[in-house]
């Protein structure tokens, strides 16, 4: 099979086309013949060296795939060859074929193309744990969820609005934040002119964010600390501006909040396995009836992952890229 590999940590240019073995499933394993991947900030951070992949896992990058199953491995009785499906993966995604426990993986859902399902597996998996298992996201609260126009961000807007939330989300410039605003936004903040503190104070009547998703960082944690209302949770996915940040732990008691960071890639088998079945039967039918929607910027071919790598560190992508063997 052909797969894009890394020749050496580096920019763009060290992504390269290879022929690798075909992958064979082992025991509580499927083979899925590849429609497209989704391409993810973490496959940068890997490129660059500064991801590896967890022990066992393919060191070609990719997180999430969408395809038809063509083998299965043996005694293995809940899929069947041919079926069609969107996979969470350790890595390896960049490929032809890849070779997943089937605890990872998800029917298609009703009315999405297969070639975009894979906008979904990773960015659907990260936003409803952190929302609803790490920030306990509740019917009426405020969630403030930065990089709104982002991969994660599009999908958690969605979601957070299907699950009765005030919804307010930040981009960068007018034209993505109206579109932040189509995905169920009640609110849209440009970062690059307003103060998201102010904009959320104003929206809350005072009162700020129940729940923040942040994959800003340290840049953003004063101010993060700052935005939340009495009891609120901030939670931390991402460091696009920065790893240390100053925390006022005055301000974190006095408002009785919390502060928590999470990742997806590293977490034990069992721990994906129950995601993806929370997954299933809570956001798969937001899916199907239309509530939550994959949001594509670009397909590209495989043979362009540094191009599809080069438009993601530009900034000006909206929703996911994908490529396409």
């Not at 999908?155 to 699950?163: D, H, R, Y």
């Amino acid at each position: 099979m052909r797969a894009v590999t890394i020749a050496a940590p580096g920019g763009p240019e060290k992504l390269t086309m290879s022929t690798l073995p075909d992958p064979e499933p082992g025991p509580g394993e499927v083979v899925i013949d590849v429609a497209s991947s989704g391409v993810n900030p973490a496959d940068l951070l890997q490129r660059a060296g500064h991801y590896p992949p967890p022990p066992g896992a393919p060191v070609w990058p990719g997180l999430e795939v969408s395809g038809v199953i063509s083998a299965v491995g043996p005694r293995l009785t809940e899929w069947d060859v041919g079926d069609e499906v969107v996979a969470l993966l350790d890595g390896g995604g960049y490929a032809e074929k890849v070779c997943v426990r089937a605890s990872q993986v998800l029917p298609l859902p009703d009315g999405v193309a297969l070639v975009d399902g894979a906008a979904l597996p990773e960015a659907v998996c990260t936003a409803w744990s952190n929302l609803v298992d790490v920030g306990r996201l509740a019917r009426g609260e405020v969630l403030l969820v930065h990089g709104g126009s982002g991969g994660v961000g599009s999908v958690a807007t969605q979601i957070g609005a299907a699950l009765g939330a005030r919804v307010i989300a930040t981009a960068g410039g007018p034209e993505r934040t109206a579109r932040c605003l189509t995905l169920g936004a009640e609110a849209a903040v440009d970062h690059r002119a307003e103060d998201f503190v102010a904009a959320v104070r104003d929206a809350s009547g005072g009162a700020g964010a129940d729940v923040v998703l942040d994959v800003v960082g340290a840049a953003y944690l004063p101010d993060n600390l700052r935005v939340l209302a009495t009891g609120g949770r901030l939670v931390v996915i991402g460091m696009q501006r920065g790893r240390r940040g100053e925390l006022d732990l005055a301000m974190l008691l006095a408002k009785r909040a919390q502060v928590s960071g999470t990742t997806l890639r590293a977490r034990p088998a069992e721990e994906k396995a129950r995601l993806v079945r929370d997954v299933l039967e809570h956001v798969w039918p937001l899916v199907a009836d239309g509530r939550v929607r994959p949001v594509v910027h670009a397909r590209l071919p495989l043979e362009r992952a540094a191009d599809a790598h080069r438009l993601l560190e530009s900034g000006e992508v909206f929703g996911k890229v994908l490529l396409l063997p």
